[in-house]
Nanobody, 117 residues
Framework: QVQLVESGGGSVQPGGSLRLSCAAS????????MSWYRQAPGKERELVAG????????NYGDSVKGRFTISRDNAKRTVYLQMNSLKPEDTAVYYC??????????WGKGTLVTVSS
C-alpha cells in the first residue's frame, strides 16, 4: 500500500536550516507530483511547496518563497524540503502528500519542526 514517511524534523533556532525528507513506497513515484504541507497549532493545514513528477516545475506558498526549496530524487523515491532562514512562524507539523484525482490522496504522519530561541 501507499506509504509516505517523513523525517528530518527537529528544533532549530531562528535563522537556522533543516532538510526534511519524505520516503515513498507503494506507488510509481516518478509518475506523480508531490507536495509538502504544514499545520501549525490552531491553524488550518497549508500548502508549503509542490513539485511535478519529473521535478521540472515547483511552486511555493507565499510565506516560504525564497527560503524553502523542494526537490526530488526519483531513483530514491524521495522528496525533500530544504528550509533556510527559519522563523518562529515556521513552527508546525510538516506533511508529505501525493494526490492525483479523487482516488489518489495520501498523507504521511508528519514531522515536527520547532523554531525557537
Amino acid at each position: 500500500q501507499v506509504q509516505l514517511v517523513e523525517s528530518g524534523g527537529g528544533s532549530v533556532q531562528p535563522g537556522g536550516s533543516l532538510r526534511l525528507s519524505c520516503a515513498a513506497s507503494g506507488f510509481t513515484f516518478s509518475r506523480y507530483a508531490m507536495s509538502w504541507y504544514r499545520q501549525a497549532p490552531g491553524k488550518e493545514r497549508e500548502l508549503v511547496a509542490g513539485i511535478t513528477s519529473a521535478g521540472g516545475r515547483t511552486n511555493y506558498g507565499d510565506s516560504v518563497k525564497g527560503r524553502f526549496t523542494i526537490s526530488r530524487d526519483n531513483a530514491k523515491r524521495t522528496v525533500y524540503l530544504q528550509m533556510n532562514s527559519l522563523k518562529p512562524e515556521d513552527t508546525a507539523v510538516y506533511y508529505c502528500n501525493v494526490k492525483s484525482g479523487v482516488l489518489m490522496d495520501y498523507w504521511g504522519k508528519g514531522t515536527l519542526v520547532t523554531v525557537s530561541s
